[in-house]
T-cell receptor, first 117, second 117 residues
Framework: GAGVSQSPSNKVTEKGKDVELRCDPI?????LYWYRQRLGQGLEFLIY????????KSGLPSDRFSAERTGESVSTLTIQRTQQEDSAVYLC???????????????FGEGSRLTVL | AQKVTQAQTEISVVEKEDVTLDCVYE???????LFWYKQPPSGELVFLIR??????QNEISGRYSWNFQKSTSSFNFTITASQVVDSAVYFCALSEARNSGYSTLTFGKGTMLLVSP
């Protein structure tokens, strides 16, 4: 597609339920990033993919969070046993080159707003 | 640790006023990049500019200009003759080299700019 697409755009769930958030990056972009944006806060790095591999998962806040990427394309961020503090906007971004020192910018989707009741 | 500080949480101006958004950063990297992104109400972050640490020339793009001062670790953003469409949250970001050999971005908390007619 023309841009990064994320779904769902809004998700309301009950505490304890699992949720899956999907990201379709720009075609051909090898690098894919997940960020979390809590209300009134900056963006918090979660995980990065180079192709289908995740070289660094240290940004994931707990073991309830996991992510995968297949076909060097779609990525899914899964949050198990959701807690109220997981409420945030989850943003996905992609770029042509994983080394930000060599490329222009990240292209962001519009985010998935997660509300945990 | 990397850090980006945007001290202004919210700025309100009247159309046609000039406005400057402040950004101060901390890094131990000798080579790094600084970015500004705009986040309109739709939620999608839009890339505005990237500046590398070796280029301290100020840059102007239309009504936008950026002042990079390495001596004070600042990368300020000025909008001249502001317009209502400039209303958004603006994020300053700093590239961060990770151990796995790639880079990601450390974001400030953002400055909300409200331009009234």
């Amino acid at each position: 597609g023309a841009g990064v697409s994320q779904s769902p755009s809004n998700k309301v769930t009950e505490k304890g339920k699992d949720v899956e958030l999907r990201c379709d990056p720009i075609s051909g972009h090898t690098a894919l990033y997940w960020y979390r944006q809590r209300l009134g806060q900056g963006l918090e790095f979660l995980i990065y993919f180079q192709g289908n591999s995740a070289p660094d998962k240290s940004g994931l806040p707990s073991d309830r969070f996991s992510a995968e990427r297949t076909g060097e394309s779609v990525s899914t961020l899964t949050i198990q046993r959701t807690q109220q503090e997981d409420s945030a906007v989850y943003l996905c971004a992609s770029s042509l080159n994983p080394g930000l020192l060599n490329t222009g910018e990240l292209f962001f989707g519009e985010g998935s707003r997660l509300t945990v009741l | 640790a990397q850090k980006v500080t945007q001290a202004q949480t919210e700025i309100s101006v009247v159309e046609k006023e000039d406005v400057t958004l402040d950004c101060v950063y901390e890094t131990r990297d000798t080579t790094y990049y600084l970015f500004w992104y705009k986040q309109p109400p739709s939620g999608e972050l839009v890339f505005l500019i990237r500046r590398n640490s070796f280029d301290e020339q100020n840059e102007i793009s239309g009504r936008y200009s950026w002042n990079f001062q390495k001596s004070t670790s600042s990368f300020n953003f000025t909008i001249t003759a502001s317009q209502v469409v400039d209303s958004a949250v603006y994020f300053c970001a700093l590239s961060e080299a990770r151990n796995s050999g790639y880079s990601t971005l450390t974001f400030g908390k953002g400055t909300m700019l409200l331009v009234s007619p």
